[in-house]
């Protein structure tokens, strides 16, 4: 699983809030390693450097193999609790993502072989 962070140019921090911030979705998300190709994280200041509470936004992109993206966003006043509020969402949802592939693949058909529903 590849892991990488953008920040727009309103966000403090460079290679240590990256470093951060990869190091902390390696471990969230250590769990979905195999289901997991690569994690975009995308960090930025909706307010263009004035201070305004709620203007840190975390959005996270995973990208399970072979199947479409899964997002999850949020805002919140420092760059830090926007980035956990994020991932929070993006365990549940990748989470869930993995539990219906996996049900899908293991689930009994109800037709029968002609294509009809069973008990007709």
Known sequence: MQV????????QGGESLIDWAQQEAMSKLARFREYLTRVEIYLSDTNAGKSGS???????????????????????ATVSEA?????????????????????KQGHETIRTPDGRPAGT
Request: one cysteine or more; proline letters at 4%.
């Open 4 to 11: 990488q962070v953008r920040t727009d140019d309103n966000i």
């Open 54 to 76: 709620a203007d840190k936004r975390c959005i996270i992109e995973a990208r399970p193999a072979n199947h479409q993206p899964l997002s999850a966003q949020a805002d919140a």
């Open 83 to 103: 980035f956990h509020a994020a991932m929070d969402k993006i365990v549940r949802v990748v989470g869930d993502d993995q539990d219906r592939h996996r049900a």
